[in-house]
């Protein structure tokens, strides 16, 4: 994927490429744990920079959800959306209700040439539901 993306191929960047694809919507600082688990010492900037990189090229996505650090994913190029619990924070996928990019049509463009959209959708999880009784 990083040759692909003509990026060198690096321990910390294959670290923080598998720590991102195991472990969907971390956020930075879960990030940094993982690939110090994975690789030893690494600096905070190494990360944000591998990140920065990994983002650029299209191979790992960033949303930040209201409320929310930013969190990372390595599914790109759907235009999926997101389902965020108001009391624990969990996050999951949710499928573009019309499964074309940008799969929502604004009332109105601005004369802008729209190719993506993003809804977050808010609620409680099912954890929290039953916790609430």
């Given at each position: ?20 694809h ?40 960033c949303i ?70």
């Amino acid at each position: 994927m990083l040759r692909g993306a003509a990026l060198r191929v690096t321990r910390p960047r294959l670290a923080v490429l598998s720590a991102v694809h195991d472990h969907p919507h971390s956020d930075t600082g879960s990030i940094i744990g993982l690939v110090r688990d994975d690789v030893g010492e690494v600096s905070h900037q190494a990360v944000y920079d591998v990140l920065r990189a990994l983002t650029a090229a299209g191979l790992v996505r960033c949303i930040e959800p209201p409320g929310s650090v930013a969190r990372y994913e390595a599914r790109v190029g759907d235009n999926h959306h997101h389902v965020v619990c108001r009391s624990c924070g969990a996050i999951a996928d949710v499928d573009c209700a019309v499964g074309e990019m940008p799969c929502l049509t604004p009332s109105e463009d601005h004369g802008f040439a729209i190719d993506e959209a993003e809804v977050i959708y808010r609620g409680r999880c099912p954890e929290c539901v039953a916790a609430r009784g």
